[in-house]
């Protein structure tokens, strides 16, 4: 709009009136004199008019923009396969490559001319040397990542590389526990194949650390069983294979498996190069006789095993009585510690009476640690294509999960599953919270970690005995009911469901949800059921948890991007889960951090309360909450919006069980720790740790000292017995590079407890590099990646942005590509997802979004190690 001033209003004016007396149209003069004009008004000045910007066209195009955080625990091979960083050598003793300790490091090697073109495919990348500060018992673990078409060996050396022992399973698994303090070079070899790989080196005084026993067997045997194995045609093959390998029959026939002898003495060195092939150099490097013996036995059934003509091979393993073992996992289940499990086990381990409905993506019910554990469920999922089982709602909650490189969530809820009641004692894997208790699998999440409300609301309805759309009721209605899922608006359908399931007397806990937000989520927000968030192992709240007034309880999530324990796994919550490849599912174990992980952790306990005191209402757990029974107080004193009223534990909330039924159990009174292992690395300098009465009863503490003068603990926030927290530091100053351990001990007027200290200098100290990250940007509805950033840097932080992207739905997945084929996630990779990668949070895109920060992690999938396995897999995400 034009501005128009008051002054251009009265030269106009004046102009008009000059005009007017002018001379006329061609008449002649006039006399007559003119009238007197009248005086005009003044006009009043007129206030300028600001100027009005055009209006901008709407935005189509938008920003996202956020930062990528890498663990100082984790590391990565120098020499990877990925182009886009160039390859340092670290293949000899002379050019190992320094890492620290704890660590977590993801690798690659390859036989040459094996695995996807890159900068080792035509040369090989044959091995991998560490040189590392080791301290005696510390256990170094190798996770084979293409371990179904590859083969690498785990070897460790002294300095000059003389072997000092040495792990050559074929599998995903190997492991050595080191013998003595020192510095050592840990090496990763390249038998067969091309694969990536995870190196783990843990704490020292974990007394069952999760590996497979070393397995005894008998020096120069094997035990061998040919294809076609009948016929004289099969008899020259057996004759050829036993000459060129040195073999000798013992035992068996036809038809089955042999014992063969393996010539010692008397084996020329032809037929021993041909038996111990490809690593014969290695040979050299090893001066103990049983080593040696054990070392060249099994070589030669690795190389026997690549033979065309033999059908299997393995060692003849020395058998004898034993006793039976606990959990094969379950000193990696530092969150059943953490919130008193183990005093809570000593009282019940739960009820087969006591069922827990879990509603999420189903089961694998044929998880050998799910053994038993399982009562008859459902499948809600409606929709046949989301259902990704050929049908819709049917009586089977089998988990099929989603294909090959799908999203995240597969078999979420087996992990959920396994927190609740995984089998106890049953010398494998993990145990659950409850694993005297039953499960009720409900499966109302699909493929891709999708589902609607009213699957919900119908596996609700079943849960609690309620009609629904399955035209049938279970033969025993659940007890409590866990549902780590979310997403839905409010809806007083919903409220009135979970009202008339409450008033039914089952308790509903649920996840409050992994946005980092304050605001509601929904059904946890719902009245009447129990929202949980997350905490870390330092009992801190975890960064992706949400808080807000419809917190009630805090439970141990897990921080993936950390390892405070030193055990060289991330501190996620290690529970029952399955992988997926071409040749279909296979059983395994996982660490996955989350309130999905948390709420489990609640519902268990509740399942424990309803073993001791079946009469246990909803109100009653509610009351008990409130009244801080149950629970340690975390934050701010009573109630608060981060950890609700407080961090679950087990032990108190069985006790509190046991006494609103009229029982007064004896007092039981110990101190416990929050950790039995701190691990500060090369970087931090304080960590917290909290001592606690586990049970009820007198207890103070009486002494509290270290072992060394580089490490110091001081109180923080405690009680008059001397309970409470303590700040634990590290000085530096005085120590010279390597690895340092110390332990705190604690005296207490009960009981005497041990906590083990690791902290580094000068071995990695600030390095977080785990390789070249790859940030893509994925259309959910496709799982296409629609655009790409590419952070080749190094350190701690990697900040990414994607400029004008158009509106819509996005999620943003991060991750490396050591083998170079054009994947991220897969085995051996680092990988994360915004903001978890069990759950990847969907951006509906309306506006610029900046802040999107979440980690990158080594995601580790353990195998269960007690039965056969396949090739596991992962959320594969393909690059641009």
Sequence with gaps: MQIIRPQLWASVIIYLLVAACGGGGGGSSSSTV???????????????????????????????????????????????????????????????QPIPNPV?????????????????????????????????????????????????????????????????????????????????????????????????????NIPAQ??????DIVPWQAIVSYENDIGSAAAETKLSISHAYGLEQRAGSSGRSRLMAMHNLRASKHQRGRRIGVAEQKLSRISDPDLRARWETLMTIKTLRQHPGVQSAKPNYQLRIQAEPNDEAYPLQWHYPLINLPDAWDTTTGNTEVVVAVIDTGVLSGHPDLSGQLVDGYDFVRDPQRANDGDGID???????????????????????????????????????????????LRAIGAGGAGTSYDVDQ???????????????????????????????????????????????????????????SEPLYPAAYDGVISVSAVDIQRQLAPYSNTGAQVDVSAPGGNGSVDFNGDGFSDGVLSTSGTIDTTGINYSYAFLTGTSMASPHVAGIVALMKSVNPALTPQDVDSLLAAGALTDDLGAPGRDNLYGHGLINGSLAVRAALEASGTSPADNPRMVASANTLNFGGINSDLSLSLQNSGKGELELQSLSTSSSWLSVAPDVIDEAGLGDYTVSVD???????IYAADITVQSSVNNLVVRVLASRGIGDGETDIGVIYILLLDPSTNDTVEQFVSPGDGPERAFQFDNVPAGAYQIFAGTDTDNDRFICDEGEACGAWLTVDQPITIDLEDDAAALDFPVEYLVSLPTISEEADVPARPLRRLR
């Design 34 to 96: 003119p009238a007197p004009i009248e005086p005009i008004e003044p006009i009043e000045p007129i206030e300028p008019i600001e100027p009005i910007e055009p209006t901008p066209p709407p935005k189509t195009a938008f920003t996202l923009s956020g930062t990528i955080t890498t663990s100082a625990s984790q590391t990565v091979d120098s020499d990877t396969n990925d182009p886009a960083r160039p390859a340092i050598n670290n293949d000899t003793p002379v050019n190992a």
């Design 104 to 204: 977590t490091l993801g690798g690659y090697v390859n036989r040459p001319g094996t695995g996807a073109e890159g900068q080792s495919q035509q040369s090989g990348d044959l091995d991998d040397m560490y040189r590392v500060e080791l301290l005696s018992g510390q256990r170094v673990t190798m996770l084979v990542g293409d371990f179904m078409r590859a083969d690498a060996d785990l070897y460790l050396l002294d300095l000059e590389g003389n072997v000092v022992d040495a792990s050559l399973e074929t599998g995903e698994l190997e492991f050595l526990i080191v013998p003595e303090d020192g510095t050592y070079l840990v090496n990763v070899s390249a038998f067969a194949g091309s694969t990536n790989y995870i190196l783990a080196i843990g704490a020292t």
């Design 210 to 215: 999760y590996t497979p026993p070393h397995y």
């Design 395 to 441: 009586p089977d909650p089998e988990d099929p999960g989603s294909s090959i490189g799908g999203g995240g969530n597969s078999f979420h809820g087996t992990h959920v599953i396994g927190t609740v009641a995984a089998a106890g004692n049953n010398s494998r894997g993990v145990a659950g919270t409850a694993y005297s208790s039953r499960v009720m699998p």
């Design 459 to 517: 596996a609700l309805r079943y849960a609690a005995g309620l009609p629904n759309d399955s035209g049938t009721v279970p033969t025993q209605r659940a007890d409590i009911i866990n549902l780590s899922l979310g997403g839905a608006p409010f809806d007083q359908d919903t409220q009135r469901l979970l009202q008339e399931i409450r008033a039914a007397g089952i308790t509903v806990v649920a996840a409050a949800g992994n946005e980092a937000s």
């Design 732 to 738: 530096r100053s005085g120590l010279a590079p390597g």
